[in-house]
């Protein structure tokens, strides 16, 4: 399977304003000292996937819907088995919960054999045995908006007005964002989590994963091939 790395409106990391695909502007990246460390850290994640593929995963700081520690496992192994470790490689902000658990699956799984890549504070660690923790910002609003320009796809589970927030620059600006539907928060609609990312997004061809996301109904598992579907078309358009 040849994948093929989708041409995004990146920002340039340079600390100035780009415009979005629609033609307004979009948060700028963040300012001052802390900007430097950022823009350092998203140029070494950059270098050191060469693909460049960077597929980030947002999500709250703890659980609160009962299913979504076994739906991020379900999720996370899918993806791994989906997308090639040469082509791709994975972003979390370094938090505890939803991204935790994300890690705490990449460690015991095929996950193990992809980049792994945590944006911390600067002076802190995540804490998570696995990957390489790259220090973003002098704080967690900087942190956010970094790893809001950084990615190519964003997947959400749950999540307040950070994610809300993330997720809407990151769609602002092209990005793919997949929101969980089912595990409720922002990635149900809340917040102001960017409508149009609730629909397909324009570069997926087949709208029938979509529909999964937001059905109860689906099994978890049947919930986590279709994330995994949306993500390795996208990549391959």
């Known amino acids: 399977m040849s994948f093929r790395h989708r041409r995004l409106r990146r920002p340039p990391l340079n600390c100035r304003r780009p415009r979005s695909n629609s033609g307004g502007s979009w948060a700028p990246p963040p300012t001052g000292a802390g900007c430097w460390s950022a823009c350092w850290a998203a140029r070494s994640a950059r270098a050191a996937d060469r693909s460049g593929v960077l597929v980030c995963v947002l999500g709250g700081t703890k659980c609160s819907c009962q299913e979504t520690e076994e739906l991020i496992r379900l999720v996370a192994d899918a993806l791994f088995m989906a997308l090639p ?11 505890p919960g939803v991204q ?94 960017p409508k149009g ?24 598992a049947e919930t986590a091939h279709a994330v995994a579907e949306i993500v390795a078309a996208f990549v391959r358009h």
């Open 197 to 220: 990312a609730i629909a397909p997004h324009a570069g997926v061809k087949d709208p029938a994963p979509w529909e999964v996301l937001g059905r109860k109904e689906a099994s978890l």
């Open 85 to 95: 470790p040469a082509g791709v490689a994975f972003v979390t902000g370094g938090m």
């Open 100 to 193: 935790q658990s994300f890690a705490g699956t990449s460690s015991s799984s095929s996950g193990s054999k992809h980049q792994h890549w945590h944006l911390v504070q600067k002076g802190t660690a995540s804490g998570f045995g696995l990957g390489s923790d790259l220090e973003a910002g002098r704080d967690q609003v900087e942190k956010g908006q970094l790893i809001a320009l950084v990615g190519d796809v964003y997947v959400t589970f749950e999540g307040g007005p950070g994610v809300a927030k993330e997720a809407n620059i990151a769609f602002e600006r092209g990005a793919l964002v997949v929101p969980l539907v089912r595990t409720g928060g922002a990635s149900s609609g809340m917040f102001d989590f």
